[in-house]
């Protein structure tokens, strides 16, 4: 860990050792940044240039934070949750007295961090379902990935690479995926009511209060 630690620039570590030294700090600072939209092209920026550019995707804010709790002395996990007609979602993933939280930005309100009360990675999958909705509506979460270790890719330079890092999107992609909502129940789901759908979309970039595209 400290020789991947050593290629961070000593004003990166101020930022993590200072600024982002909780989970609940590390969520706050993806919560104020602005989510990015991709509006040019689809990027996955390295925490270093999340640091840079202050924006952040999805999986731009979990490997952003996964760094930042390797820095504290964690294991740097993210974990893919998967759906049905919509985006996956990745969140970076943590353990306090045994128990599994989450950090995570997201387009949806109610996607973003979760309280380390959860003794399973199942659980802590689990707790997102019923926020976990598309713009119809529907109800998508399906699945999980078990939370993967990006110390396995240090040779590649994650923390600080120039380049994009779609390579661990593909293996997130590969790793085979626990199923949570059987077919049979699939089947059976309601759409959200109003008062749930407008909570998550609350912060939505596109379909929130007062912006072109708000579902009625």
Not at 45 to 55: I, N
Not at 69 to 76: D, E, T
Not at 97 to 120: C, D, H, M, N, Q
Request: aromatic share 8%; proline share 6%.
């Amino acid at each position: 860990m400290a020789r991947a630690l050593a290629e961070l620039t000593a004003a990166e570590l101020a930022v993590f050792r200072r600024r982002l030294d909780t989970p609940a700090k590390i969520q706050r600072f993806l919560d104020e940044i602005p989510y990015n939209t991709e509006a040019d092209e689809e990027t996955f920026r390295s925490p270093r240039r999340v640091l840079a550019d202050r924006t952040a995707n999805c999986i731009e804010g979990a490997v952003l934070a996964a760094a930042a709790l390797r820095v504290l002395g964690n294991p740097p996990l993210i974990m893919d949750l998967t759906a049905v007609r919509d985006e996956d979602h990745v969140i970076a993933v943590f353990r306090r007295r045994g128990l599994w939280g989450a950090i995570a930005t997201s387009k949806f309100t109610g996607l973003r961090y979760r309280e380390p009360v959860y003794r399973t990675v199942r659980e802590l999958a689990m707790s997102y379902f019923e926020q976990y909705f598309n713009l119809a509506g529907e109800r998508t979460l399906r699945g999980y990935g078990r939370p993967v270790n990006l110390a396995r890719f240090d040779r590649l330079h994650w923390m600080t690479s120039a380049k994009d890092l779609w390579w661990i999107a593909e293996h997130l992609e590969r790793i085979p995926h626990v199923e949570l909502v059987p077919a049979a129940a699939a089947n059976g789901l309601t759409r959200l009511g109003p008062n749930l759908r407008a909570a998550g979309l609350l912060v939505h970039p596109t379909a929130g209060p007062g912006r072109r595209g708000q579902i009625p």
